[in-house]
T-cell receptor, first 116, second 112 residues
Framework: GAGVSQSPSNKVTEKGKDVELRCDPISGHTALYWYRQSLGQGLEFLIYFQGNSAPDKSGLPSDRFSAERTGGSVSTLTIQRTQQEDSAVYLC??????????????FGSGTRLTVV | SQKIEQNSEALNIQEGKTATLTCNYT??????LQWYRQDPGRGPVFLLLIRENEKEKRKERLKVTFDTTLKQSLFHITASQPADSATYLC???????????FGQGTTLQVKP
């Protein structure tokens, strides 16, 4: 597609429910990233996929968070047993290479998650 | 731990002036640094990239400097316009990983 597409754009869920957030990166981009941004805060790294390599999961805040990337394209971020502190905007980005030294990220518009 | 500092206070300037935003970092030796613009309700948009061996990079009205001794990058917007009003994020990356570490951003308000 022309850009990075994320769905849904907004999600309100009850505490304790599971949610799935979807990211459709730019075709041909080998790298895909998930970040989250709380109100007035910077971007917090969650997870990074590069081609067929094992993902860098070092930013996932707890084992309730997981992500997968199928066929080197679409990615799904799953949050199990959601908590109120999970409320944030979840941003997905993709890039051409595995090192940002040559390429910037293209971000989607994000999914705003509200846990009530 | 790695830390990136951007001025948390909003920067207010008059149209036509040069805006200068600062990004400082500690406990990190980045191979490159990127600047992004973020508008409310939108994802960040990539603006410029500068590598550790580059002192300065320009793109239209934008200029970025990178001083690895001072551990600082300056981001300049010349002849600023109200449309430049946004939050600007700096991000650092290393040579052995593809992920970026972002600062909290500085909000720029350009008044007509």
């Amino acid at each position: 597609g022309a850009g990075v597409s994320q769905s849904p754009s907004n999600k309100v869920t009850e505490k304790g429910k599971d949610v799935e957030l979807r990211c459709d990166p730019i075709s041909g981009h080998t790298a895909l990233y998930w970040y989250r941004q709380s109100l007035g805060q910077g971007l917090e790294f969650l997870i990074y996929f590069q081609g067929n390599s094992a993902p860098d999961k070092s930013g996932l805040p707890s084992d309730r968070f997981s992500a997968e990337r199928t066929g080197g394209s679409v990615s799904t971020l799953t949050i199990q047993r959601t908590q109120q502190e999970d409320s944030a905007v979840y941003l997905c980005a993709s890039s051409l290479g595995n090192r940002g030294s040559n390429y910037g990220y293209t971000f989607g518009s994000g999914t705003r998650l509200t846990v009530v | 731990s790695q830390k990136i500092e951007q001025n948390s206070e909003a920067l207010n300037i008059q149209e036509g002036k040069t805006a200068t935003l600062t990004c400082n970092y500690t406990n990190y030796s980045p191979a490159y640094l990127q600047w992004y613009r973020q508008d409310p309700g939108r994802g960040p948009v990539f603006l410029l990239l500068i590598r550790e061996n580059e002192k300065e990079k320009r793109k239209e009205r934008l200029k970025v400097t990178f001083d690895t001794t001072l551990k600082q990058s300056l981001f300049h917007i010349t002849a600023s316009q109200p449309a430049d009003s946004a939050t600007y994020l700096c991000a650092l990356g290393s040579s052995n990983t593809g992920k970026l570490i972002f600062g909290q951003g500085t909000t720029l308000q350009v008044k007509p």
